[in-house]
């Protein structure tokens, strides 16, 4: 049956281009993806001078696929985002580079291997039954904060041992202050200066991070000496005290867990929540994936059971990845298509520019899950594509979130109906994350 087109609402575009200054003021500074013009999703490359800095933005796959993969060596992890994110996650895996990074990443591997994370399945459908299981049919809920909360509880239960400090409401109001602090900062840290707190949302933000450091530093040092378990955090204490001396493993072991507890369980809620947005949007396309998921739970192994599910998440990443931009800096003189990047530009991969690019996808604006058909899905570049990353920095739990968000969609689909609670227009925003401004009302219905 033939469903209607449909675009979900993004920020508006005007003609273009828009002017390097604006995206250091307003709305544009508050929201990454606020802003853009209809320019920026046609041309094969951006090139600008913000405030000083040489910032490149290459919309084609090859020139992607140079920076990410071909030549990774030459883009490190930008100086500027190491100073930004320090204060959280220090020196772990997402922000370090050459052999440290190189070191940690293959501590952790082991942790998100096919077989490991498939043992962790049953623990996604626990907490997403549990989390259900509180909710009356006709009940309006905030599905950004419950997606949110379940992330947060299966990324402690299953990486953490369980720790109840990991889930608390006080937690979650820190992250998302953090969160937000760290984009709004960029503008000092640009300029080389100190972290000033001029805005209420930065002073929040100082706040988050300092008790999210002090709370996974506490949960860190009461597993020591020996790591107390058998789970990601244990085995990374282990591994991190035989290779390196005692401070510097504490540190480590911190800086990691810091970064699987935030990055693991906020990109995840974020692509849970805009496929509930979707979905609810287009009753079509629920019921479909909710017959799907019926009859995929009655088998042994549901997860691999979901091909339509899985399309409509890729197409939920696509439309809404859940980062919308990561950043390079160039260490060497290199050349992407046209153009020559030089040691100190800033290379920045935008998935929100990519995914939507006319030049790389027919309708990119319209929500079409069958993009994600084999027989299509085998005409795109590797690299138009990149909700996790791609290349030797590939994002290392890749595997873990997808099981884990189609898990979650899955058992609350196959028994809830979910639809739109208001005709409040749901507005994405993009700070280091991307989200729903004030979060996603949805009213659920037992099926």
Known sequence: MATARFIPPHPPRG?????????????????????????????????RNVIGWIVHIPLQPDAVQQVLQTNAANYAKPDIVKKLLDPVIGRGLLTS????????????????????????????????????????SGETHDLAAIATHTTMSIISDSLFGGDPRLTTPAAMAHIEAALTAASEARLTAMLGLPPIPYSRAIRRGQRGQKYLRQTL???????????????????????????????????????????????????TANAITWTLFLLAAQPHWQEKVAQEA??????????????????????????????????????ATDQLGDYQTDPGDIVSIWPWLLHRHQDLWDDPDVFDPDRWLPERRAAYHRFQYVPFGAGPRICVGMRFAMKEALSVLAHWLAEWRFSPASDRI???????TLRPEGGLPLKVERR
């Open 15 to 47: 003609a273009g281009p828009v002017p390097t200054w604006r995206g250091l003021f307003g709305e544009r500074a508050r929201n990454s993806v606020f802003g853009w013009s209809e320019q920026a999703f046609r041309v094969p490359h951006m090139k």
């Open 97 to 136: 580079d050459g052999q440290l990074w190189r070191d940690q990443r293959k501590i952790v591997a082991a942790s998100f291997a096919p077989a490991a994370v498939d043992a962790l399945v049953p623990v996604f459908a626990r907490v997403a039954q549990n989390e259900a299981a509180r909710w009356q």
């Open 217 to 267: 530093a506490d949960v860190v040092r009461g597993r020591l000496p020996d790591g107390g378990g058998d789970d990601f955090l244990g085995i990374l204490i282990r591994a991190l005290r035989d290779q390196f001396d005692s401070a510097e493993a504490l540190a480590l072991a911190v800086d990691n867990t810091a970064t699987f507890y935030l990055a693991g369980h906020e990109t």
């Open 294 to 331: 019926q009859a995929a739970l009655s088998t042994a192994d549901p997860v691999d059971q979901l091909p339509t599910l899985r399309r409509v998440l890729e197409e939920s990443m696509r439309l809404y990845p859940p980062v919308p931009r990561f950043d390079r800096q160039t260490l």
């Open 426 to 432: 749901v507005r994405p925003v993009g700070t280091v």
